[in-house]
């Protein structure tokens, strides 16, 4: 039998061999006392891609994004974001656990935000509700099929926000780099702060940064600490970060070439689905099928593996583990399904 197609997550990727010997030979020290010249390096890159002040190393984009949460806001305070983003629904209920707030929801079942609606909420403190303090974006937006969010989209918010501060949830940032070709600080420049993981398609084993102004990365590195995310020699994790972002940046294009084809062996698979390929712009399939878990479960009877996001919602991700041939047996098993 051939091998397994594995396409739960990016999040499965392994370390390159070069991210291996630059880890093995990265010279670290104690970050605690910012003496680790290997994050120190990492953070001044991503500052620097992201057009941003400041940058700092975290474990994991999840506690990105709920430091983010925590210097944008107190607790109490209403952050508007997307029904379906990250900091919602997958992050078990830390934005209020670890952050205190209050989320407004708005539709993003396109991946963007209708800017009426959004307009309506930043309103309502009018109508003696309470106001909205900070508003928090996904690019590429994962639940939404990983749609890119082109600058001006965010720019047209950012006007909207009249200063609220916006956090963007880049976890695949640089998925929507390569999809819109815009430069990651463009993308970024209307927010704040801005999440990105090293861990997904980027393939480095650990870590996400953080980046934004001076003074709220300063305090985000004591919200580290507080949430026990302060690391040593991490300088290790960082050296690998360094090769992706260095080396695995633009070899993103082949994942989201080979989602898109197999988006269109779903769309054509499955008609009752009524999923449009085009909208598979970067490295996620994902679609509604009214008995989606038994799809997923079909398919990795025939050794290819994904997920559901949602009770009737598949999701297929490409990564770098993934090539042609074995995106050709998982769309030979998608063509099967509707026989
Ligand atoms: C994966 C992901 C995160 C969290 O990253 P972890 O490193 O798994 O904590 C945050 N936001 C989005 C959109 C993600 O896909």
Redesign the pocket.
């Known amino acids: 039998m051939s091998r397994v197609v594995d396409l739960r997550s990016d999040?499965i990727t392994l370390p390159t061999e070069a991210m291996r010997e630059a880890m093995a030979s990265a010279v670290v020290g104690d970050d605690g006392y910012g003496e680790d010249p290997t994050v120190a390096a990492l953070e001044a890159r991503f500052a620097a891609l992201t057009g941003k002040e400041a940058a700092l190393f975290v474990p994991?984009?999840?506690?990105g994004?709920q430091i983010a949460l925590r210097v944008l806001c107190a607790p109490g305070d209403v952050v508007l974001c997307g029904a379906h983003q990250?900091?919602v629904g997958?992050e078990m209920g830390a934005a209020a656990r670890n952050a205190g707030v209050q989320f407004w929801t708005v539709e993003d079942d396109a991946g963007v935000f209708d800017l009426e609606e959004v307009a309506g909420a930043l309103a309502s403190e009018a109508d003696h509700q309470v106001a909205v303090r900070a508003i928090a974006v996904?690019n590429t937006h994962?639940y939404a099929g990983g749609v890119p969010w082109p600058s001006f989209e965010l720019a047209e918010l950012a006007a909207l926000a009249a200063g609220r501060p916006i956090h963007l949830?880049g976890?695949?940032l640089f998925n929507a780099v390569v999809a819109t070709g815009e430069s990651a600080a463009a993308l970024c420049a209307p927010a704040t702060t801005v999440m990105a993981?090293l861990?997904?398609g980027l393939c480095a084993p650990v870590g996400?940064l953080l980046a934004g102004p001076h003074d709220l990365i300063e305090r985000a590195r004591v919200e580290r600490k507080r949430l026990g995310g302060a690391m040593r020699q991490a300088g290790f994790l960082a050296a690998a970060g360094l090769v992706a972002l260095d080396t695995m940046v633009e070899r993103l294009a082949e994942d989201h070439r080979r989602a898109r084809r197999l988006a269109e062996a779903f769309a054509e698979a499955l008609p009752e689905a009524d999923y449009d390929p085009a909208t598979c712009r970067t490295n996620i399939v994902s679609f509604d099928h009214p008995e989606a878990r038994r799809l997923v479960a079909d398919l990795a009877g025939a050794g290819v593996l994904g997920g559901t996001v949602g009770p009737r919602r598949a999701r297929f991700v490409t990564h770098h583990g993934v090539d042609d041939g074995d995106l050709e047996r998982a769309v030979a098993a998608v063509a099967r399904l509707r026989g």
Do not use: L, P, Y
């Open positions: 999040t994991s984009g999840v506690m994004n990250h900091v997958f996904e994962m949830d976890a695949r993981s861990s997904k996400s």
